[in-house]
């Protein structure tokens, strides 16, 4: 995550020294606390291992805690943060890309969220009547590589040249340095994404350059690894900063994640999906977005 990689910097840096080429701001939007880092310059890009680009943090710790209307705050807050890496002309087409493993819990994010979304091609084409006035958006979850023989990169780029959309949203699972957020934070980047290379196994980039259209990523931390919950958990409890590397030898490739993964992973996919509809199809309501699924 980029906000990780900034504080990671801060850390070896010294809290006091600026990082040359980035800008970084906290606010709050509909009672979420929200990072926004902007990467200005090929120097910060180098500084934080990041393209240069917009990335926005989100923190859904509300909906984790079960908070009175923290679903349909964190479903809007995420969803008004998202509008801004993604101008679009009112009739634009989008495509959304469900990235990731359906059969293991934490890389399930993906296809979840493609299950809430509101799929409207069909419908704006053939009854504008009565769907003329939603924007035309397609779904798919193109699989992994191991279950398919086939890169994700090589079947969304089959579908674009069919679908012809004007842009794409790709979601999917990301690992985190800091344990508190673990299914806790959205990363939203205008950037575009490398899937798998938060757990080593980094596979084509996603981005404008490869699907030649603008790329949104949306990204949840489900995962981080061994040897980080270990440096993490060491800085906790009062010890001073251990490099993750360090450990890596006595952690091997273990990849840790909470508990509780089954129910947060439904949960955020869920208000993943829906953040996606609102920002897509502006004027409509959580209710809306409801109505149209059920």
Not at 66 to 72: D, H, K, L, W
Not at 163 to 182: E, F, W
Request: with cysteine; hydrophobic share 45%; proline share 6%.
């Amino acid at each position: 995550m980029a906000l990780e990689a900034r504080e990671l910097w801060a850390e070896s840096a010294g809290e006091t020294t600026k990082l040359p080429g980035v800008e970084a701001r906290d606010y709050e939007t509909c009672g979420c606390p929200v990072t926004a880092v902007r990467i200005l310059s090929d120097e910060g890009a180098r500084a934080l291992d990041k393209p240069v680009g917009s990335y926005v943090t989100v923190d859904l710790s509300r909906l984790i805690r079960g908070e009175p209307s923290a679903f349909a705050d964190s479903a809007r807050a995420l969803a008004r943060e998202l509008r801004p890496l993604l101008p679009l002309a009112p009739s634009a087409a989008v495509l959304v890309v469900g990235l990731g493993n359906r059969d293991i819990t934490p890389d399930a994010v993906g296809p979840l969220v493609v299950e809430h979304i509101m799929v409207t091609r069909h419908l704006v084409g053939r009854l504008p009547d009565l769907f003329g006035h939603l924007r035309p958006v397609a779904a798919f979850a193109p699989g992994v590589l191991g279950s398919t023989g086939i890169e994700s990169a090589d079947v969304i780029r089959g579908v674009i040249d069919k679908a012809r959309p004007d842009a794409v949203v790709l979601v999917d699972a990301l690992a985190s340095r800091r344990l508190r957020r673990l299914c806790a934070t959205v990363q939203l980047a205008d950037t575009g994404i490398v899937p798998g290379s938060g757990v080593g196994n980094a596979r084509a980039a996603l981005n404008r350059e490869t699907l030649g259209l603008p790329a949104v990523a949306v990204g949840v931390p489900t995962v981080t690894d061994a040897a980080t919950l270990c440096a993490d958990l060491l800085e906790e409890a009062g010890a001073a900063a251990v490099d993750p590397a360090a450990l890596t030898p006595h952690g091997g490739g273990m990849i840790v994640t909470p508990k509780e993964i089954d129910t947060r992973v439904r949960d955020l996919s869920k208000a993943v999906g829906y953040a996606v509809n609102l920002c897509l199809q502006e004027g409509l309501s959580v209710e809306d977005v409801t109505d149209f699924l059920s």
